[in-house]
């Protein structure tokens, strides 16, 4: 069974940026539909960015697209690159694998199948 582990978080103020990383162990993504989603204090999870298997076609929220990307480094890891970032970006940031996935990313969290710990974070304003 694959277990996907985040890093990469921290706190940042309001224009910076951040780099997390979601590495698997046991078993490469590269079959998998990956995603990112998070969760606010007082808030649903809700997806923030989904890339497909092959990384051909990925998909973001609207309050994310232009200063996100999301991408795959190698066949165990995948990224989400964030700039601009704004204190309403301030959550966990949890990655997930579809391992049902298809042609395009899903944004829904019931398709994901696997899920890492989280990673905090802060954007102070």
């Known amino acids: 069974q694959v277990q996907l582990v985040e890093s990469g978080g921290g706190l940042v103020q309001a224009g910076g940026s951040l780099r997390l990383s979601c590495t698997a162990s046991?078993?490469?993504?590269?079959?998998?539909?990956m995603a990112w989603f998070r969760q606010a204090p007082g808030k649903e999870r809700e997806f923030v960015a989904g890339?497909?298997?092959?990384?051909?076609?990925t998909y973001y929220v609207a309050s994310v697209r232009a200063r996100f990307t999301i991408s795959r480094e190698y066949a165990t890891t995948f990224n989400l690159l964030m700039s601009g970032l704004k204190p309403e970006d301030t959550a966990v940031y949890y990655c997930?694998?579809?391992?049902?996935?298809?042609?395009?990313?899903?944004?829904?969290?019931?398709?994901?199948?696997?899920w890492g710990q989280g990673t905090q974070v802060t954007v102070s304003s």
């Open positions: 997930a694998a579809d391992l049902d996935s298809n042609l395009h990313p899903s944004d829904s969290s019931n398709d994901y199948d696997i």
């Open positions: 046991g078993r490469t993504l590269s079959a998998y539909g």
């Open positions: 890339i497909n298997r092959s990384g051909g076609n």
